[in-house]
């Protein structure tokens, strides 16, 4: 088939379907009023830019705490992710099958029920209002991506690297620094942005454990969208896309220097 | 290799299973070293409400009512009190299941201090011990500038308030219309049928269990079939049918003329706002009563947006402020309370944000009357004595679920 057959309409249709409803968004954040059956908005205002910056919540301590929030799940959600995987690819034990469906079962049950059941354990354990509940609580929530595709990578990648490795005189983690690790950077960047998108999307859940004393930025969003302010929900909205997108172009910046690092440090070895 | 997998699992279950009966145990009760608030002077709750912090958990989507809580609020009980205040945004149902999640885990010592709320909201979180209370009649401010008499102080939703909760802010029915395309607003039931009819697929409300939608239904449910009689009937299902059955017929035939044929109802208020303020409809209506005015002060409403009442009234609450049964702070949260009732902060509220104040007109001195009566409150707005002349109270909460359970199996797309 002529690839350019199929390019161009998967293209378009991409481009319809989500770029254009995020540049419109955009518009619509600097909307003052906007009647049908105009084709372009009547007036303009820099109202909710103003309110984003400098209302009542502080955008620059928001970004700054839901995005290390959201990146320390993703980081130890891959360390776990990773571990899972290794102990369910290269080992035996009794359970295994089952310990690997369980990785799934956050998945199975809602969200919500998850965090109304695991509220009262966290109540127990004070871990509600703290920052720590709500990191573990998003984990539940990141896990099983995070696993999902560690255990792809893992399996893909298979143990015979390591075992070359070990037979050449390496101890088992220095096996999986210079053998593996470099070769799981790709799986490592999708699990890390897996584990930090869903993470940061999170509302009920940090709402139930973190008791509205930890904010993140969909936290603070989420009472704007039921207030029906569009233009105040599309700013917080591109705000919240925006800065998310940010983060995954420093990770990938960061993975692919770090990638280009340890295959030239091999090289040198 | 398979045996010590074993005892280390085995020991691995043992320790979380310590871990999480100990952290039970260790629930210390609500700091009992305290005085007992209750009988407490209102100096010696000031005295130990100072330096701390206090947490207001209310709805968090209005911007101007959070930047209004977090500064003229926050300034005011800090400069006067050192109070602390720390506004979080929550939804009264987010807010009430995390309650009862620590009611159940027995915890003494939660988050939440002063609660926003009103309603069926308080109904059902004062049956389930949610709140703490009475405190209302410690508070100096409630017999300073409160009337004490006044029903709705009395009874939140005919449910008797006994001293749970304290006002807040008063809100009232109000509906809204272009005058730049609508010359005449109906003034009752009849006219508002006449007026859809006019005007095919330009009226709808929000459909119910919306708050507001709710709120307009009951309103023609009082113009139909009179509003005393709810006042203290019972929550029963057929009674309720039997008493508004003049109301459904009612809104059976205004379906064909509303948006959509009446098949189907936006989903919120707020779908009917924006669909208003885009001029899809004609006819709007808001629990806020001067909401017209803060429209066209933001330019989402056009200059020329009016409000308007029914001849016979439209229906008007407060909504309150109670504290949490397990509030770290109660002392802390009685006084911001008292803070908030006080002439000062009301009269930034009815003049910052252009709610109806809770204070009693006749309790204020001539220069706080004056300043009251020399807000501005913006264009296209009936005066609170206009508002307060065509006000009527809601029913009991026990029956607003019954009539939004009957409104849909009865009226929608029928």
Redesign the interface.
Same mark, same amino acid.
Not at chain 2, 59 to 63: N, S
Not at chain 2, 277 to 280: K, L, P, Q, S, W
């Given at each position: 088939m002529n690839k350019k057959a199929f390019y161009v309409p998967v293209l378009t249709i991409t481009f319809i379907a989500i770029i254009v409803p995020v540049l419109l968004m955009v518009l619509w954040s600097f909307v003052q009023r906007w009647p049908w059956p105009l084709l372009l908005p009547e007036d303009y205002s820099m109202r909710t830019i103003r309110e984003l910056l400098f209302g009542s919540a502080n955008a620059f301590h928001l970004i700054v705490s839901s995005v290390s929030l959201s990146m320390t799940v993703a980081l130890l959600g891959t360390v776990i992710g990773t571990l899972t995987a290794r102990a369910s690819e290269f080992y035996t034990f009794r359970g295994k099958s089952l310990i690997r469906f369980a990785s799934l079962l956050p998945l199975i049950v809602p969200g919500t029920v998850l965090a109304m059941g695991l509220q009262i354990v966290f109540i127990r354990l004070h871990l509600t209002d703290t920052v720590a509940g709500v990191i573990l609580i998003h984990l539940v929530s990141s896990l099983p991506y995070c696993i999902t595709i560690m255990t792809d990578a893992t399996r893909a990648l298979g143990p015979q690297l390591e075992e070359q490795a070990i037979i050449l005189g390496a101890n088992s983690f220095k096996a999986f620094w210079l053998a593996s690790f470099p070769n799981m950077i790709p799986a490592f960047l999708a699990s890390l942005n897996m584990g930090f998108i869903i993470s940061y999307s999170q509302y009920f859940t940090t709402l139930i454990i973190g008791g509205g004393r930890v904010k993140t930025i969909a936290m603070v969003l989420f009472p704007y969208i039921q207030s029906g302010d569009r233009p105040l929900m599309s700013a917080y909205s591109s705000f919240f896309i925006f800065s998310g997108l940010f983060v995954f172009m420093i990770l990938e910046l960061l993975i692919k220097k770090l990638s280009k690092e340890t295959i030239s440090n091999e090289t040198e070895c | 290799m =398979?045996k010590t997998?074993k005892i280390v699992f085995t020991l691995l279950m043992i320790f979380v299973m310590i871990?999480?009966m100990a952290?039970?145990g260790?629930?210390e009760p609500a700091a009992d070293n305290e005085f007992d608030l209750s009988a407490a002077e209102w100096s010696e709750i000031v005295e130990a409400a100072r330096g701390t912090t206090v947490?207001f958990?209310g709805?968090?989507?209005?911007?101007n009512r959070?930047?209004w809580?977090?500064s003229t609020v926050a300034d005011y009980v800090k400069d006067n009190y050192d109070i602390t205040l720390e506004?979080?945004?929550?939804?009264i149902d987010?807010i009430l299941? =995390?309650l009862s999640?620590?009611k159940?885990?027995g915890?003494e010592s939660g988050?939440?201090d002063m609660i926003w709320i009103n309603g069926e909201n308080f109904y059902s979180a004062k049956a389930n011990g949610l709140l703490y209370g009475p405190f209302t009649a410690q508070l100096p401010n409630m017999e300073k500038y409160i009337d004490l008499d006044d029903p709705e102080t009395l009874n939140d939703f005919c449910m008797p308030v006994e001293g749970y909760e304290a006002p807040y802010a008063r809100a009232q029915m109000i509906m809204l219309y272009d005058s730049a395309k609508v010359t005449d607003v109906p003034a009752n039931a009849q006219e508002f049928l006449e007026f859809c009819k006019a005007n095919p697929g330009k009226v709808t409300y929000p459909a119910l269990p919306d708050f507001t939608g709710s709120a307009f239904v009951r309103n023609l449910v009082y113009e139909l079939c009179g509003w005393e009689q709810f006042q203290t009937m019972a929550a029963d299902k057929e009674t309720v049918r039997a008493a508004i059955q003049p109301a459904i017929e009612y809104l059976k035939e205004l379906n064909p003329y509303l948006w959509n044929e009446g098949k189907t109802f936006p989903d919120?208020?707020?779908?009917v706002?924006?669909m208003f303020?885009?001029?899809?409809l004609l006819f709007h209506m808001s629990y806020g009563p001067f909401s017209a005015a803060s429209g066209i002060a933001?330019?989402?409403y056009?200059d020329t947006v009016k409000t308007f009442v029914f001849d016979n009234g439209t229906i008007g609450n407060t909504n309150y402020m109670a504290i949490a049964f397990n509030s770290p702070n109660k002392a802390g949260a009685m006084v911001v309370i008292d803070a908030i009732l006080s002439a000062e902060i009301q009269l930034t509220q009815y003049a910052t944000l252009k709610e109806l104040p809770v204070v009693d007109n006749s309790k204020l001195s001539a220069e706080e009357l004056a300043s009251f009566n020399a807000v501005e409150i913006g264009q296209g707005v009936l005066t609170q004595e206009e508002l307060l002349a065509h006000r009527l109270p809601e029913m009991p909460a026990a029956l607003v679920p019954i009539i939004e359970e009957i409104w849909l199996e009865e009226v929608v797309g029928k």
């Open positions: - | =398979k997998l871990f999480t952290a039970c260790s629930d947490t958990y709805w968090g989507g209005d911007e959070n930047s809580l977090n506004v979080v945004g929550m939804n987010e299941a =995390k999640g620590e159940q885990a915890s988050s939440i919120s208020s707020t779908t706002n924006s303020a885009d001029g899809e933001d330019g989402s056009a």
